[in-house]
């Protein structure tokens, strides 16, 4: 398993690596739909940034001994881990973001990508490294916070790039 210093160099590059990609896009290219089953470059980044929510309301409630408290947005008798109701959180993550303009969306992610990073550097290796400590991480380790934002990131990102990215849109 990762450490926590590698995890975070490696969350730091995959940012980098994202406002590379979204430096190399026009606006047109940002915002119109079809590059990733047919969400716009805008309507990932706003996923991606609503659920960098529920990573820093993870790790604040590692950092202090308690249970998350999740985003309004968050429909809590869903599952994420189901098909099904992960389907039910991200259209209301979509809804929560439809009429926000692009600036406003990659300004929100570069500060919670911040935060989740703060956050993360302020809580001692040992309780990322350790056993399940959390009841609420349901037998895994908070390190797995970590790699699921970074597997989020990555996977996205990948996609995007796969697909390329818009490439008739310029």
Request: glycine fraction near 4%.
């Amino acid at each position: 398993m990762a450490k926590k210093d590698e995890r975070l160099s490696e969350l730091e590059d995959i940012k980098k690596r994202w406002e590379n990609f979204l430096n190399e896009l026009n606006e047109k290219q940002l915002t119109s739909p079809g590059f990733f089953q047919k969400l716009s470059v805008k309507e990932i980044l706003a996923h991606l940034t609503a659920w960098q929510q529920m990573t820093a309301a993870r790790l604040v409630a590692a950092r202090n001994g308690n249970d998350p408290i999740f985003p309004g947005w968050f429909i809590n008798e869903k599952d994420p881990e189901t098909e099904e109701d992960l389907d039910a959180v991200n259209l209301s993550v979509h809804d929560l973001y439809f009429d926000h303009e692009w600036m406003e969306i990659r300004k929100e992610w570069e500060e919670r990508f911040e935060k989740v990073l703060k956050i993360a550097e302020s809580i001692p290796s040992e309780v990322f490294d350790g056993d399940a400590r959390f009841p609420w991480l349901e037998g895994y380790p908070l390190m797995a916070v970590l790699d699921g934002t970074l597997n989020h990131h990555l996977e996205h990102l990948e996609d995007l790039i796969a697909s390329g990215s818009g490439d008739d849109l310029k």
